[in-house]
């Protein structure tokens, strides 16, 4: 009875250990930490929602389609209340900082649906005091948001494949519309989760039911934002129209890549042979159909030029830009991102040893693996063929860093199975004595 009500109250215990440094760095930093960059972005949206009533990002005048509208609509709601002064930034600070926690204690919650809730507050505990996951809870980033909403539709697929239940089928529904509007490139990994139910063997007419209900809600989430678009833009945007950036930058990675050397050189070409589309802050589209062509242009001349440094870029040095890089830009209590860097890797290296010996040894719940193995692939090679950043890493890293504690309890739980087997066998004959 006690160790149930303990297991129960374990959440109200890690969040708290989650919510404490993030708190200290708020209140030791100040309320106007910031990187002035995408953060600074976020927010000027936010007051030019307000007063203009336009979702725009690059100028005031100028609706965007840069980003979905979460994180300025978050952001907007909190400025309307409490201001832009610094009772606001310390508010808005404070609402991330516990979206952040409330990140933590959803990946605690999904690990523990994976392993056991003593493993899952190893991994849980480790997120909630790593620095880069700290910090970036202080931010006005859509990380933190991005985590938060991730971590519970992952805990709630796979509650429910257990219970079936509407319910939670809601609220599956409800935290990934929710990730979408603040990272749409969350958007394919329902096809993961479908797959995943099916392999569970879902009733298939169930499925199928609740696949469109789930579609249902998603249009409900949608249409506004489509309706937005189509008004503003006078076409059908179906998320939004900023990757051929990201897929531009990503041509300026790893080695071998063809000139010019940065992505500055290739703004000048364009803006010499297109001067009509100065200033690009006014010419959206326009710029952004630019932006494409001459990355997959690049892409082309590359492969064709190099493919051996491409496919190496692509399929090595990304990965590693991604995963084996701690994000820590502003140092925190004399901590510098620099000096995490060996950690990062061991880390990583560690957590990827623990995920093969999970699937080894933890038999029945290896469908449960596969599917963070997937959901690993899925966002790295998203991030690969684009851009690689280490911030990236920072909302999904509970996925590879529940891969040490995952093959210990794998490992220990197929080493006590066979006193279990004993124990149950006992039991048995005493039942029938």
């Known amino acids: 009875m006690r160790k149930a009500k303990a297991r129960s109250r ?27 960059s995408d953060d600074a972005g976020y927010y000027r949206s936010a007051v030019w929602f307000l ?169 409900v989430f949608m249409l506004p934002w489509w309706v937005r678009n189509e008004i503003v833009f006078h076409k059908f945007i179906l998320l939004t129209d900023d990757s051929w950036n990201p897929l531009l930058l990503g041509t300026f990675q790893g080695q071998g890549y063809p000139p010019p050397a940065n992505e500055g050189a290739v703004e000048h070409q364009l803006l010499r042979e297109h001067p009509n589309l100065r200033p690009q802050r006014l010419h959206e589209l326009p710029w952004f159909a630019l932006e494409k062509q001459v990355a997959i242009q690049r892409i082309r001349e590359w492969l064709k030029a190099n493919p051996q440094s491409f496919w190496r870029t692509y399929l090595w040095l990304k990965p590693q830009i991604l995963w084996l890089r701690a994000y820590l ?43 963070v193995w997937v959901s690993l692939l899925y966002f790295t090679l998203l991030f690969c063929v684009f851009f690689a950043f280490e911030r990236y890493n920072v909302p999904i890293e509970w996925l590879m860093l529940m891969g040490a504690p995952a093959g210990l309890w794998a490992f220990v739980r197929w080493l006590l199975r066979p006193m279990s087997k004993h124990k149950r066998r006992r039991r048995s004959a005493a039942g029938r004595a």
Request: hydrophobic residues 60%; without cysteine; positive net charge.
């Open 329 to 371: 830009p502003i140092p925190i209590f004399g901590i510098k991102g620099v000096q995490l860097f060996s950690l990062q890797r061991w880390l990583v290296y560690v957590s990827i040893i623990g995920h093969f010996v999970a699937m080894v040894f933890a038999k029945g719940r290896r469908l449960e693996l596969l599917l």
């Open 10 to 36: 374990a959440w109200m215990w890690i969040a708290a250990v989650a919510l404490v440094p993030r708190l200290l760095v708020i209140f030791t930093y100040g309320p106007h930490m910031s990187l002035h």
């Open 51 to 219: 007063q203009s009533g336009t979702l725009s990002y690059y100028t005031p005048a100028k609706p965007t389609l840069h980003m979905m509208p979460g994180i300025t609509l978050l952001l907007a709601a909190i400025i309307a209340l409490f201001g832009q002064g610094a009772l606001g930034l310390y508010v808005g600070k404070i609402v991330f900082a516990l979206i952040g926690t409330a990140g933590v204690v959803g990946a605690y919650k999904a690990i523990g649906k994976m392993t056991s809730p003593a493993f899952a507050a190893i991994v849980a505990l480790a997120i909630a005091l790593y620095p880069p996951s700290v910090e970036i809870d202080t931010l006005f980033l859509t990380e933190p948001l991005f985590m938060a909403t991730f971590a519970w539709a992952f805990y709630y697929l796979l509650k429910l494949e257990q219970t079936k239940a509407l319910r939670d089928l809601l609220w599956l529904s409800i935290f990934f519309m929710l990730a979408m509007y603040v990272r749409p490139n969350v958007a394919l990994w329902a096809v993961i989760g479908v797959l995943y139910l099916a392999a569970k063997r879902y009733p298939r007419r169930l499925l199928i039911r609740h696949a469109g209900i789930a579609v249902v809600i998603g249009i």
